[in-house]
């Protein structure tokens, strides 16, 4: 069998993570126009490797597993507009497209896993 | 349901922008307008846009990353203000506005302005409706999970 955290429960983190992304990308969007409002943003790597190392240690020694808490940050660097705004139209898209993407492909795997877990059933036929 | 949030957000987008398209487009009709119900000539407005619960943004997602109450990081029209700027006048002394002088008071509207600002609300509205179809996508793929 499988060792380490199981791949459903990580998978599914990752689209939590994905979908809240989405989200703070929405409001970056939505906000576009919005006088003093910044960008934000979460930092999907660092979440994750947050999730999967707490899934791992409560897979090895029995301890509560970490609660998703993605942490919103605010984006450094971008050009800010003299109304105090700092959102930016092209980094927004590509933001958007990417976080699409990867929530497509965790999308794909869990299918493929349910895939593998038929085919099982059904003897490999 | 994250995702749903995420619609929530780009929707109010879409009816604030709408609704900025209708202020520009109240400019632009009553460009001419000498005679309000007021009193004097019609005066530019201008929408002013506000992030909704903005502040607890952060603390929102501190909290399990379930979000409660209104949607954090909607936008929303806050206020419609008067533009300050002084009425333009015109000598025309046949016109039933005219005061003493023969001048008559007209709103102080820039066509061109408000047709950059028209592009920049449609542009934004655009923005927001291909964040809705991202998102929708991504919930019609998770729902695919289920028809595999």
New interface residues.
């Given amino acids: 069998m499988t060792t380490g955290p199981p791949m459903m429960s990580m998978l599914e983190s990752y689209l939590k993570l994905s979908a809240s992304r989405e989200q703070a990308i929405s409001a970056n969007m939505a906000n576009i126009d919005t006088p003093g409002y910044r960008t934000h943003d979460i930092n999907l790597e660092s979440e994750f490797n947050k999730v999967m190392s707490g899934a791992l240690r409560s897979s090895e020694d029995g301890a509560e597993p970490v609660q998703l808490t993605p942490v919103f940050h605010l984006v450094q660097g971008l050009m800010e507009r003299p109304d105090g705004n700092n959102v930016s139209l092209d980094h927004e898209g590509l933001m958007l497209a990417k976080t699409q993407l990867q929530y497509q492909l965790a999308i794909q795997l869990i299918q493929n896993h349910f895939h593998q877990t038929l085919s099982a059933i059904n003897g490999g036929s | 349901m ?2 749903f ?3 929530s ?2 929707g ?2 879409l009816l ?2 709408r609704q ?1 398209s209708e202020v520009i487009a109240a400019n632009m009709a009553n460009a001419q307008t000498t005679h309000t119900e007021a009193g004097g000539p019609y005066r530019r407005r201008e929408v ?4 909704r619960g ?1 502040s607890s ?2 603390l929102a ?2 909290n ?2 379930e979000f409660h109450g209104p949607t ?4 929303r029209i806050s206020d419609v203000v008067d533009d300050p700027s002084p009425a333009l006048m015109r000598y025309e002394p046949g016109h039933p506005d005219a005061n003493k002088e023969g001048y008559v008071a007209y709103p102080a509207i820039n066509p061109t302005a408000e047709m950059v600002d028209l592009m ?1 609300s449609v542009r ?1 509205y655009q ?2 409706a ?2 809705v179809a ?2 929708k ?2 919930i019609q ?2 729902i ?2 289920l028809k ?1």
């Fill in positions: 994250n995702l949030d995420s619609l957000i780009s109010s987008a604030a922008e900025r002013v846009f506000e992030t903005a943004f952060r997602l501190a399990n990353g954090p990081g909607s936008v920049d934004a923005l927001n291909s964040a991202a998102t996508q991504m793929q998770a695919g999970i595999s």
